[in-house]
């Protein structure tokens, strides 16, 4: 079974969301979804100043096996991207919540978070697919 830390919010499609403070939030992929992905290879990062909408795909993260659109928890604006995984993606296999995050979001409506899974409510969803 995946880690999952408690302080994070999720979407079914396997991003994690870390609510930094009122209205900006860290994005990156779950530990579930790197081990799907495997080895990664490649990121394709949204831009710093991007508008991004809440479940659209900004991001692409690519492994040996497959591409995989990364999608927004939130609507907002990008603030921050994580450059260093350009040069070593496989850093979201080696820590898929701290160093391997992907974006940072200025949330244009942060009450989008509540729209998103809970840690208890995404671990039932990774049993759900396992079956």
């Not at 497959?66 to 994580?82: H, I, K, L, R």
């Amino acid at each position: 079974m995946s880690e999952i830390p408690g302080d994070l919010k999720f979407l079914k499609s396997h991003e994690w969301a870390r609510i930094e403070d009122s209205a900006r939030v860290t994005v990156g992929i779950s530990d579930h979804a790197q081990q799907l992905l495997g080895d990664l290879v490649y990121v394709e990062l949204p831009r710093v100043g991007d508008r991004v909408d809440a479940g659209a795909a900004c991001a692409v993260v690519e492994s040996v096996k497959a591409a995989s659109d990364v999608y927004s928890p939130v609507s907002g604006t990008v603030v921050e991207v994580n450059e260093s995984l350009t040069d070593k993606p496989e850093t979201i296999n080696e820590d898929a919540y701290g160093e391997g995050w992907l974006f940072v979001i200025e949330a244009s409506e942060p009450e989008q978070f509540a729209d998103l899974l809970g840690p208890d409510d995404y671990a039932d969803l990774i049993e759900d697919e396992a079956h």
